[in-house]
């Protein structure tokens, strides 16, 4: 029988990819829901395309022109974050892939575990942020939990069944970004079209910034640690330019297995996908012939992020929600050249720094942090600038 999967998230950089290895998979995967948030014109491709039985958009107008573009066809059209649940829960769906940009991307997550689903986990704020509940709620199984980030789908290939007390440590592996070996001083005037130039993967911009500013790998060892369950100490991060090692497992004995590919996302989306089988795939090959490798250790002095993370991750509650919160709102000034680089940290650090922490928080603290993060961030860009 063929495998039925919805995408949460199809319009954005792992959803379309995730279609294009769909269909380059064959009859035996199906696409029985697809989510987006506000491009119906994409999305009706999509629908035509891949004939779901459900598409959903966050926007509700942007649904009312779908529904529109979609009359007559054989497909229902739902809008909202209740649709999002809805295709989060798709009774025919064996598999939901969550793709979803940003905080709003976790309650669909919540839901889609909640009822039992297997999700490939795209969406790192579902454990960025929501990662505390989801294991305060007993949500955090590995079998129904594939990670979809490459670094986290090699780790979860190089422990194969190994039992916890056997992992010494992981190695997670950061390109280091389009600044690595670049000093404060250097990173002072950096431009966000040069933070949007990074030399291995192609991504969307919001996560290629973060890539930039290493915030996205600490936002990895959040995820690593929720995942596989490991304590903080447990989590290298190691600079490998080369993005060829995605990540690699020091057992207890000393040996260190590592998963190694070309960076192609298309790999570990179809990982996620034929999870537990492996399938042949379109992904062009490594020669480890003449293929060179290099690791260093990661400057946190021109990369502050990274710190702020292991910090934020360390003293857990809700304060994960502010990073991630003030970190997306400082992005964004950057990105519209009202912030600099540099800045970034500063912002998350003093948002951080000022935040009264709730400890094992449900999900109306963890949603109350991130709008109080938000606005923090915001005034204090807004001072900054004066
Ligand atoms: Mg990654």
Not at 131 to 150: H, M, N, R, T, W
Not at 291 to 313: G, V
Not at 334 to 341: H, N, R
Request: negative net charge; glycine residues 6%; charged residues 20%.
């Amino acid at each position: 029988m063929a495998k039925r999967i919805a995408i949460l998230g199809s319009t954005g950089s792992i959803g379309q990819q995730t279609l294009a290895v769909i269909a380059s998979l064959g009859p035996a995967y199906q696409v029985v829901a697809l989510t987006a948030g506000q491009n119906a014109a994409l999305l009706a491709d999509q629908v035509r395309r891949f004939q779901p039985q459900l598409a959903v958009l966050s926007d509700n107008q942007a649904a009312a022109a779908l529904a529109q573009e979609l009359q007559g066809f054989p497909c229902r059209v739902e809008s909202g974050a209740e649709g999002q649940v809805l295709a989060a829960t798709w009774p025919e769906a064996d598999l939901i892939v969550a793709a979803l940009v940003g905080f709003s991307g976790f309650e669909p997550v919540l839901a889609a575990l909640t009822a039992g689903k297997r999700v490939a986990l795209a969406n790192k704020e579902s454990l960025v942020v929501g990662g505390e509940l989801l294991a305060a709620k007993g949500l955090l199984k590995q079998e129904l939990i594939i990670p979809v980030d490459s670094e986290h789908a090699a780790i979860r290939q190089c422990l194969g069944s190994a039992p916890p007390d056997q992992v010494y440590q992981i190695w997670l592996t950061a390109s280091g970004g389009p600044f690595r070996g670049w000093t404060r001083e250097q990173l002072k005037a950096v431009t966000p079209e040069q933070a949007l130039a990074h030399p291995n993967w192609r991504m969307g911009a919001k996560i290629t910034v973060d890539s930039a500013t290493l915030m996205n790998k600490g936002f990895e060892v959040l995820e690593a640690r929720w995942l596989f369950g490991l304590h903080l100490e447990q989590i290298r991060v190691v600079i490998h330019p080369q993005s060829i090692v995605h990540s690699a497992v020091e057992f207890i004995d000393g040996s260190i297995i590592a998963q190694l590919s070309k960076p192609d996302m298309r790999l570990p989306i179809q990982n996620a996908l034929t999870f537990p089988e492996r399938q042949e795939s379109r992904v062009e090959r490594l020669s480890l012939f003449g293929c060179e490798l290099s690791f260093s250790e990661p400057d946190t002095a021109s990369f502050p992020c990274l710190d702020l993370a292991y910090k934020a991750c360390a003293a857990g509650g809700t304060l994960p929600a502010c990073l991630n919160a003030a970190n997306e709102i400082a992005v964004a000034h950057f990105l519209q050249g009202e912030l600099a680089f540099n800045d970034i940290p500063v912002v998350v650090d003093a948002v951080l720094q000022k935040h009264d922490p709730v400890y094992l928080p449900g999900i109306e603290q963890i949603k109350a942090a991130d709008r109080w993060a938000r606005r923090e961030a915001r005034h204090l860009i807004a001072k900054m600038s004066k």
